[in-house]
């Protein structure tokens, strides 16, 4: 529902991007980046392009789901790759693991904003997203990336309600994160490690589980789900299936994390 507080945030949104008259938009398929994109497009059209950037962490269903809800929303949209695996700080995975992930990211999109004509990069940092320990966002500021969705004090709920009121259709997507976010703190990413979270998130995924994390520890594979998944995940026939084909992704043993599906949280070691 758009109440007269979200209308005017909506109002202040729109005219931050009308008056950045072209813009490059770091654009995940996640909710918040979504919602810039949109009005990206309806203030800005073809001075509006969405660029996706294609890692091994990031999960081949989130890039089907960006590509889908970009052309739903009539946007250009382009694909760049890069490996975070060949930065070496990265790898070894610590606390300013994001800080390096996101470095590399705005560094290759500020190299594509003056060959394609755009003044800005933008990105889909909200007002609640400050208050956490967001290394990437040191990093966006290094690179002069805006977050529009700050600059109209729009909150993550804002978000989720401007984007059912916008028709799109991922309003009520779960938050994703980057793959090496499963992997505990002080262990070093590997490809083989980032396949076989992305495989095993897949299976639970496939099994009609929305709200879904699988935290590698070796050969220990940590489900979380959300807490109303519970009963279910725990019936018999489902939970030996499950077992079964987590061991067959490479996993020796599988376990559930009583406390639950936490978006953004962090592995322990």
């Avoid at 693991?97 to 003044?119: I, M, N, S, V």
């Avoid at 998944?229 to 939970?239: A, E, G, S, W, Y």
Wanted: hydrophobic share 40%.
């Amino acid at each position: 529902m758009m109440t007269e507080s979200l209308n005017g945030k909506l109002a202040t949104l729109r005219q931050a991007i009308l008056d950045m008259q072209s813009v490059l938009v770091a654009y995940s398929g996640g909710i918040d980046s979504t919602v810039v994109l949109k009005v990206a497009q309806e203030q800005l059209g073809a001075q509006a392009l969405a660029v996706t950037a294609v890692s091994p962490t990031f999960p081949t269903i989130e890039l089907d789901g960006a590509k889908q809800v970009a052309l739903e929303i009539g946007a250009r949209h382009e694909l760049v790759y890069t490996d975070q695996l060949d930065i070496p700080a990265f790898v070894q995975n610590d606390a300013a693991r994001c800080f390096h992930c996101k470095t590399d990211l705005y560094q290759l999109l500020d190299g594509l904003r003056e060959p394609r004509a755009r003044r800005w990069v933008v990105d889909g940092t909200n007002l609640d997203d400050l208050g956490d320990d967001r290394p990437g966002i040191k990093a966006a500021r290094e690179w002069k990336v805006r977050s529009p969705l700050v600059e109209a004090s729009l909150s993550k709920s804002d978000v989720r309600a401007l984007a059912q009121a916008l028709g799109l259709s991922n309003w009520d997507k779960p938050a994703a994160a980057c793959l090496s976010s499963r992997i505990p703190r002080g262990t070093p990413i590997t490809i083989e490690s980032l396949r076989r979270v992305e495989q095993a998130e897949e299976i639970l995924q496939a099994e009609g589980f929305r709200h879904v994390r699988v935290r590698e520890h070796g050969e220990l594979a940590r489900i979380e789900v959300g807490a109303e998944d519970f009963f279910r995940l725990n019936q018999p026939d489902l939970r030996a299936h499950i077992s079964a084909r987590l061991r067959k992704a490479g996993f020796r043993f599988v376990c559930v994390d009583l406390e639950g599906y936490r978006s953004g949280g962090v592995s322990l070691g």
